[in-house]
């Protein structure tokens, strides 16, 4: 089976830095993806590893380390825009389907 | 790219009727497609794996029966919710994986109501 860990919330202020963690338990690993979803619409495609490093976006950068079957969401110069759920995801053994971390709420206060 | 559409985008049925929702990927041929449920504050729910021209994958507690999926070309999926009833209401959401490629593209999702 594969389970995916995520802080439920996370509150900051526009311009901060926010940093959302991630782990995983699966029984095969071929990826770490990040999705934010605001609320009413459905997810959009933020970032994926699939080797150890930090991948880097523009605000938004994400790392993985597999040994320690961990990753983060970095968002850099946080805006108010930014207020949405945002979820980690994994590929399973098979490598066919994902499963979705529980999401974490985040919301930029002024 | 990589855009995918879902219809229709909401849709409110009385209880016992079937509802088909569209997914198709725009601009990019998807090898395969997935099916999602999401409950208000929950995160998304994998119900079934499709590849075109076979028959969907369902995962556990998914009832095939109630759920139809059919892939029938590189660019389309249906997803039929059959005999609907008020606790099959939900945000239903689509998305495609490009062939070769690890990323998941999304609909825009389908809101269900059955009455």
């Known amino acids: 089976g594969q389970s995916l860990e995520q802080p439920s919330e996370v509150t900051a202020v526009e311009g901060a830095i926010v940093q959302i963690n991630c782990t995983y338990q699966?029984?095969?690993?071929?990826?770490l993806s990040w999705y934010q979803q605001h609320d009413g619409g459905a997810p959009t495609f933020l970032s994926y590893?699939?080797?150890?490093g930090l991948e880097e976006t523009g605000r938004f950068s994400s790392f993985l380390s597999r040994s320690d079957s961990y990753g983060y969401l970095l968002l850099q110069e946080l805006q108010m825009k930014d207020s949405a759920s945002y979820f980690c995801?994994?590929?399973?053994?098979?490598?066919?389907?994902?499963?979705f971390g529980p999401g974490t709420r985040l919301s930029v206060l002024p | 790219g990589a855009v995918v559409s879902q219809h229709p985008s909401w849709v409110i049925c009385k209880s016992g009727t079937s509802v088909k929702i569209e997914c198709r990927s725009l601009?990019?041929?998807?090898?395969?497609m997935f099916w999602y449920r999401q409950f208000p504050k929950q995160s998304l729910m994998l119900m079934a794996t499709?590849?075109?021209?076979?028959?969907?994958?369902?995962e556990q507690g998914v009832e095939k029966d109630k759920f139809l999926i059919n892939h029938a070309s590189l660019t389309l999926s249906t997803l039929t919710v059959t005999s609907a009833h008020p606790e099959d209401s939900s945000f239903y959401i689509c998305?495609?994986?490009?062939?070769?490629?690890?990323?998941?593209?999304f609909g825009p999702g389908t809101r269900l109501t059955v009455l």
């Open positions: 998305s495609a994986r490009r062939r070769s490629t690890d990323t998941q593209y």
């Open positions: 699966t029984s095969g690993f071929y990826g």
């Open positions: 590893n699939a080797l150890d």
């Open positions: 995801a994994v590929r399973d053994n098979y490598g066919q389907n994902f499963v």
């Open positions: 601009d990019f041929q998807a090898t395969t």
């Open positions: 499709s590849n075109e021209g076979s028959k969907a994958t369902y």
